[in-house]
């Protein structure tokens, strides 16, 4: 999905909620967001980090912008507990020193390519508001993929009949990737359009620890929803 399907999707979510949101108005000022459920799809630009690790190899991130969603209920006027998927692609440049640096044949390796970011976050936000504008924080725990998109060996090929297209195969390329369990710091500010339709702006930090160091990556995340 590109970014103008993304924004389009967007607009038809405001268009379509028009009429709907007629029924919510008069819940606007009384606990609108009270025992009520919300979705949204969200723009995120993750911004560029380099680390050092261990034995002096390094990686440096791109910035880039990905997509995602988001599901939550909110508890009270305050109080949201939600669930958040990401993903952003950016490019990389990554140094890695041999186990013996001493060795003159062995030089370190640059590779410079596009990772995968799948990122899943449980995180409990609270608005210091009841009002349709309001500041927020939040806090979370999850987990993350990084996939180098980088093979690790020759791909494994499956082939098998099929009674209607004949002789198939299929390749299934396996990559250097890591999951690891992360988890994040953010503030915000959120605005209620009416009784149905939300936006949300905010900064969020997500700490990584990896085998050999740690990394942390900052995302810049606005998000447009729907509340029933």
Known sequence: MNFKR??????LLTLSTSVHAQRFNKKIHDNHRDR?????????????????????????????????????????????????????????????VPNDPEDPEKVP????????????QFNFTYNFLKGRFTPFVQAGVGWIKLDSNIPEGPPDINCWWDPWWGYICFDDWKTYKTSQLTYNLGLGLRWDINGALFMRGSYNREFIKLDSGSTNLDTLTLEGGLMW
Do not use: C, H
């Not at 993304?6 to 607009?11: E, F, K, N, S, T």
């Not at 390796?109 to 899943?120: A, G, I, P, R, T």
């Open 6 to 11: 993304l924004i389009i999707l967007l607009v």
């Open 36 to 96: 009520t459920w919300e979705a949204a799809l969200l723009l995120q630009s993750q911004t560029s980090a380099s680390e050092e690790f261990e034995g002096g190899s390094t990686l440096d991130i791109d910035s880039s912008t990905g997509f995602g969603f988001a599901f939550g209920w909110n508890w009270t006027e305050k109080v949201n507990l939600s669930w958040r998927f990401s993903l952003n692609k950016p490019g990389y440049t990554a140094s890695i």
């Open 109 to 120: 390796q640059v590779v410079s390519y596009k990772m995968s970011n799948y990122s899943n």
